[in-house]
Protein backbone atom coordinates (compact mmCIF):
# COMPACT_ATOMS: atom_id res chain seq x y z
CA UNK A 1 0.00 0.00 0.00
CA UNK A 2 2.82 2.07 0.93
CA UNK A 3 4.68 1.59 -2.56
CA UNK A 4 1.15 2.16 -4.47
CA UNK A 5 1.24 5.96 -2.72
CA UNK A 6 4.53 7.07 -3.15
CA UNK A 7 3.96 6.02 -7.03
CA UNK A 8 0.86 8.22 -6.98
CA UNK A 9 2.24 11.37 -5.67
CA UNK A 10 5.25 10.76 -8.20
CA UNK A 11 2.86 10.52 -10.90
CA UNK A 12 1.05 14.02 -9.72
CA UNK A 13 3.70 15.63 -9.06
CA UNK A 14 5.40 15.01 -12.60
CA UNK A 15 1.98 16.34 -13.76
CA UNK A 16 1.45 13.46 -15.41
CA UNK A 17 -2.50 13.21 -16.20
CA UNK A 18 -3.94 9.66 -15.42
CA UNK A 19 -6.57 9.59 -17.32
CA UNK A 20 -5.16 11.41 -20.50
CA UNK A 21 -6.19 10.08 -23.87
CA UNK A 22 -3.98 9.04 -26.78
CA UNK A 23 -2.67 12.10 -28.82
CA UNK A 24 -4.52 12.84 -31.94
CA UNK A 25 -2.60 15.18 -34.96
CA UNK A 26 -4.12 18.55 -36.24
CA UNK A 27 -4.51 20.11 -39.01
CA UNK A 28 -4.19 24.35 -39.38
CA UNK A 29 -6.78 26.07 -38.60
CA UNK A 30 -7.23 26.55 -42.75
CA UNK A 31 -7.93 23.39 -43.14
CA UNK A 32 -10.80 23.57 -40.77
CA UNK A 33 -12.77 26.21 -42.43
CA UNK A 34 -16.48 25.64 -43.13
CA UNK A 35 -16.74 21.86 -43.05
CA UNK A 36 -15.69 21.21 -39.52
CA UNK A 37 -18.37 24.26 -38.00
CA UNK A 38 -22.01 25.32 -38.93
CA UNK A 39 -23.20 28.92 -37.33
CA UNK A 40 -26.43 29.75 -35.56
CA UNK A 41 -29.16 30.48 -37.30
CA UNK A 42 -29.54 34.12 -38.82
CA UNK A 43 -25.98 34.28 -39.77
CA UNK A 44 -24.95 33.31 -43.27
CA UNK A 45 -21.21 34.15 -43.29
CA UNK A 46 -18.28 34.79 -40.63
CA UNK A 47 -14.76 35.59 -41.36
CA UNK A 48 -12.01 36.28 -38.85
CA UNK A 49 -9.69 38.78 -39.91
CA UNK A 50 -5.74 39.40 -38.30
CA UNK A 51 -4.17 42.73 -38.59
CA UNK A 52 -1.18 44.21 -37.49
CA UNK A 53 1.17 46.94 -36.94
CA UNK A 54 4.47 48.16 -35.99
CA UNK A 55 4.69 49.08 -32.50
CA UNK A 56 4.30 52.53 -31.20
CA UNK A 57 4.10 53.67 -34.72
CA UNK A 58 1.41 55.72 -36.12
CA UNK A 59 0.73 53.85 -38.77
CA UNK A 60 -3.41 52.28 -38.91
CA UNK A 61 -3.40 48.36 -38.45
CA UNK A 62 -3.13 46.54 -41.63
CA UNK A 63 -5.24 43.07 -42.63
CA UNK A 64 -2.74 40.48 -43.10
CA UNK A 65 -4.60 37.53 -43.14
CA UNK A 66 -8.20 35.68 -42.94
CA UNK A 67 -7.21 32.27 -41.16
CA UNK A 68 -10.83 31.07 -40.70
CA UNK A 69 -14.32 31.02 -42.79
CA UNK A 70 -17.35 29.57 -41.71
CA UNK A 71 -20.25 30.30 -44.19
CA UNK A 72 -23.98 28.81 -45.36
CA UNK A 73 -23.48 30.96 -48.16
CA UNK A 74 -20.48 32.04 -49.97
CA UNK A 75 -19.21 35.25 -50.02
CA UNK A 76 -19.21 35.86 -54.04
CA UNK A 77 -23.23 34.79 -54.02
CA UNK A 78 -24.15 38.13 -52.04
CA UNK A 79 -24.98 41.39 -53.69
CA UNK A 80 -21.67 42.36 -54.99
CA UNK A 81 -22.28 46.11 -53.05
CA UNK A 82 -22.97 44.26 -49.94
CA UNK A 83 -19.23 42.28 -50.46
CA UNK A 84 -17.55 45.35 -51.55
CA UNK A 85 -19.30 47.10 -48.28
CA UNK A 86 -18.10 44.03 -46.17
CA UNK A 87 -15.10 43.90 -47.11
CA UNK A 88 -14.38 47.79 -46.56
CA UNK A 89 -15.51 47.08 -42.74
CA UNK A 90 -12.48 48.52 -40.45
CA UNK A 91 -11.70 46.37 -36.78
CA UNK A 92 -13.31 47.66 -34.02
CA UNK A 93 -10.77 49.00 -31.39
CA UNK A 94 -10.88 49.36 -27.86
CA UNK A 95 -10.36 48.20 -24.10
CA UNK A 96 -12.81 45.47 -24.59
CA UNK A 97 -11.10 44.14 -27.88
CA UNK A 98 -8.87 40.59 -26.72
CA UNK A 99 -9.46 38.81 -29.87
CA UNK A 100 -5.87 37.41 -30.61
CA UNK A 101 -4.29 40.29 -28.70
CA UNK A 102 -0.55 40.11 -28.24
CA UNK A 103 2.64 41.75 -29.57
CA UNK A 104 5.68 39.96 -31.02
CA UNK A 105 9.30 41.12 -30.71
CA UNK A 106 12.54 39.74 -31.75
CA UNK A 107 15.76 41.60 -32.61
CA UNK A 108 14.79 42.96 -35.82
CA UNK A 109 11.46 44.94 -33.69
CA UNK A 110 8.27 44.39 -32.01
CA UNK A 111 4.54 43.96 -34.27
CA UNK A 112 1.57 43.96 -32.67
CA UNK A 113 -1.35 41.74 -33.36
CA UNK A 114 -5.30 41.82 -33.07
CA UNK A 115 -7.92 40.29 -34.23
CA UNK A 116 -11.80 41.00 -35.14
CA UNK A 117 -14.67 38.89 -36.33
CA UNK A 118 -17.01 40.04 -38.92
CA UNK A 119 -20.77 38.46 -40.15
CA UNK A 120 -23.52 38.86 -42.78
CA UNK A 121 -26.68 37.97 -41.31
CA UNK A 122 -29.88 36.24 -43.62
CA UNK A 123 -31.14 39.75 -44.10
CA UNK A 124 -28.42 41.50 -44.83
CA UNK A 125 -26.80 43.17 -41.81
CA UNK A 126 -23.66 43.65 -41.25
CA UNK A 127 -21.83 42.84 -37.51
CA UNK A 128 -18.27 43.62 -36.49
CA UNK A 129 -17.13 41.46 -33.27
CA UNK A 130 -13.75 42.25 -30.93
CA UNK A 131 -14.37 40.26 -28.09
CA UNK A 132 -13.75 36.00 -27.88
CA UNK A 133 -17.19 35.29 -26.34
CA UNK A 134 -18.44 37.05 -29.25
CA UNK A 135 -16.99 34.02 -32.01
CA UNK A 136 -18.34 31.42 -29.65
CA UNK A 137 -22.17 32.84 -29.42
CA UNK A 138 -22.06 33.46 -33.31
CA UNK A 139 -21.27 29.41 -33.96
CA UNK A 140 -23.26 26.86 -33.19
CA UNK A 141 -21.80 23.41 -33.57
CA UNK A 142 -17.94 23.11 -34.33
CA UNK A 143 -15.52 19.89 -34.30
CA UNK A 144 -13.02 19.17 -31.59
CA UNK A 145 -9.74 20.01 -33.51
CA UNK A 146 -11.18 22.86 -34.87
CA UNK A 147 -12.09 24.21 -31.89
CA UNK A 148 -8.66 23.66 -30.46
CA UNK A 149 -7.06 25.69 -33.21
CA UNK A 150 -9.61 28.78 -33.33
CA UNK A 151 -8.93 28.85 -29.25
CA UNK A 152 -5.41 28.55 -29.99
CA UNK A 153 -5.88 31.80 -32.43
CA UNK A 154 -8.37 33.59 -30.85
CA UNK A 155 -5.47 33.36 -27.66
CA UNK A 156 -3.02 34.79 -29.79
CA UNK A 157 -1.48 31.43 -29.64
CA UNK A 158 0.75 29.48 -32.60
CA UNK A 159 -0.94 26.57 -33.51
CA UNK A 160 -1.02 23.33 -32.57
CA UNK A 161 0.35 19.83 -33.80
CA UNK A 162 -1.43 17.40 -31.68
CA UNK A 163 -3.71 16.98 -28.83
CA UNK A 164 -5.03 14.32 -26.59
CA UNK A 165 -7.96 14.92 -23.73
CA UNK A 166 -6.48 15.60 -19.81
CA UNK A 167 -9.13 15.42 -16.84
CA UNK A 168 -9.33 19.17 -16.92
CA UNK A 169 -9.46 19.57 -20.24
CA UNK A 170 -7.41 19.46 -23.20
CA UNK A 171 -3.40 19.44 -23.29
CA UNK A 172 -2.24 20.58 -26.87
CA UNK A 173 1.61 20.56 -28.32
CA UNK A 174 2.80 23.97 -30.16
CA UNK A 175 5.83 23.69 -32.00
CA UNK A 176 7.38 27.08 -33.09
CA UNK A 177 10.28 27.96 -35.17
CA UNK A 178 11.50 32.07 -35.13
CA UNK A 179 14.04 33.19 -37.19
CA UNK A 180 16.29 36.73 -36.47
CA UNK A 181 18.20 37.65 -39.91
CA UNK A 182 19.66 40.55 -37.41
CA UNK A 183 21.41 39.01 -34.64
CA UNK A 184 21.86 35.56 -37.68
CA UNK A 185 20.50 32.79 -35.80
CA UNK A 186 17.07 30.59 -35.65
CA UNK A 187 15.42 28.75 -32.40
CA UNK A 188 12.62 25.98 -31.89
CA UNK A 189 10.24 26.17 -29.29
CA UNK A 190 7.55 23.06 -27.61
CA UNK A 191 5.29 24.16 -25.32
CA UNK A 192 2.08 22.19 -23.87
CA UNK A 193 -0.93 24.05 -23.89
CA UNK A 194 -3.49 23.79 -21.36
CA UNK A 195 -7.29 24.66 -22.45
CA UNK A 196 -9.91 24.16 -20.29
CA UNK A 197 -13.74 23.39 -20.22
CA UNK A 198 -14.41 26.49 -20.53
CA UNK A 199 -12.57 26.88 -23.74
CA UNK A 200 -9.91 29.37 -22.14
CA UNK A 201 -6.25 28.85 -22.44
CA UNK A 202 -5.57 28.87 -18.90
CA UNK A 203 -1.82 27.50 -18.11
CA UNK A 204 1.30 27.44 -20.57
CA UNK A 205 4.39 25.63 -20.40
CA UNK A 206 7.77 25.23 -22.24
CA UNK A 207 8.98 21.90 -23.03
CA UNK A 208 12.03 22.33 -25.10
CA UNK A 209 13.72 25.15 -26.40
CA UNK A 210 16.86 24.97 -28.90
CA UNK A 211 19.23 28.32 -30.36
CA UNK A 212 21.65 27.71 -33.32
CA UNK A 213 23.12 30.10 -34.93
CA UNK A 214 22.41 30.16 -38.65
CA UNK A 215 23.48 32.56 -41.42
CA UNK A 216 20.95 35.34 -42.64
CA UNK A 217 19.63 34.42 -46.19
CA UNK A 218 20.92 36.31 -48.81
CA UNK A 219 24.52 37.62 -46.74
CA UNK A 220 27.65 36.68 -48.41
CA UNK A 221 29.54 33.65 -47.16
CA UNK A 222 32.76 35.14 -45.03
Given at each position: MQILKIVL????????????????????????????????????YLELREYTRVKKSKESMRHTETPFVINNKLLNEFPASKVKQFKKLSPLLNT???????????????????????AIASDGELWKMNEIADVWNYIEKIDIPAK??????????????????????????????????????????????????????????????SKEKTQCVGNPAI
Open positions: LILVLSGVQVNASKWKELRSLYDYSGSSCELKAGVKKTNIRKFTYCNSDGCVEHIGNGFIQLTLWLYGKHHGTRYRKVSNGYEVIIEQYRYSCAEEYEEYFTYSVLIDKQWKVVKEKLLKH
